[in-house]
T-cell receptor
């Protein structure tokens, strides 16, 4: 089945550091990828939708200069948390769809736990 | 606006019991999709099912079954003969074109 790989799975870093998270579709081409954020014991909140070769579409309230998204190829999207601060600590998870549902978040990566000290 | 309500925040059942997770949704779209995902303690999200708004046929997959009723805007999920491995948070989600809205999730604990 379709596999989405996310790396790294866990990051701990100092405040002020920028952190890049990669999301790869391993066995399919993903024209659209979705980035979610999940706080402990809460639901997934869509941050942005990234489309290959174009600018990401950010949800209301998400700072695009803070969370940089790049979708340079059909198999890779990256999320960079710039100048991260403790309040950015969260679980970040990417998703992509395949085939006729390429515009839906069907398959998820394993997520990245980000802890900012 | 889209909304997904999972009224049950936590459920505990004894192994082998059946359990139903409720999901009620709101949307003005005539075409939409409904999803269920499983998130075990390890954190990854596992896709379970997608249903489009034109297909009200119920579905069964092993011990899992789904009841979609447009008249009540519900898409409930039943696990038959629950097992400890079913312990997880289950999310119901509603989507149209691209954007998918998740419910808050129901934490299911299956006690041996």
């Amino acid at each position: 089945g379709a596999v989405v790989s996310q790396h790294p799975s866990w990051v701990i870093c100092k405040s002020g550091t920028s952190v890049k998270i990669e999301c790869r579709s391993l066995d399919f081409q993903a024209t659209t990828m979705f980035w979610y954020r999940q706080f402990p014991k809460q639901s997934l909140m869509l941050m942005a939708t990234s489309n290959e070769g174009s600018k990401a579409t950010y949800e209301q309230g998400v700072e695009k200069d803070k969370f940089l998204i790049n979708h340079a190829s059909l198999t890779l999207s990256t999320l960079t948390v710039t100048s991260a601060h403790p309040e950015d600590s969260s679980f970040y998870i990417c998703s992509a769809g395949t085939g006729a549902y390429s515009n839906q978040p069907q398959h998820f990566g394993d997520g990245t736990r980000l802890s900012i000290l | 606006a889209q909304k997904v309500t999972q009224a049950q925040t936590e459920i505990s059942v004894v192994e082998k019991e059946d359990v139903t997770l409720d999901c009620v949704y709101e949307t003005r779209d005539t075409t939409y999709y409904l999803f269920w995902y499983k998130q075990p303690p390890s954190g990854e999200l596992v896709f379970l099912i997608r249903r489009n708004s034109f297909d009200e046929q119920n579905e069964i997959s092993g011990r899992y079954s789904w009841n979609f009723q447009k008249s009540t805007s519900s898409f409930n999920f039943t696990i038959t003969a629950s097992q400890v491995v079913d312990s997880a948070v289950y999310f119901c989600a509603l989507g149209g074109y691209q954007k998918v809205t998740f419910g808050i999730g129901t934490k299911l604990q299956v006690i041996p």
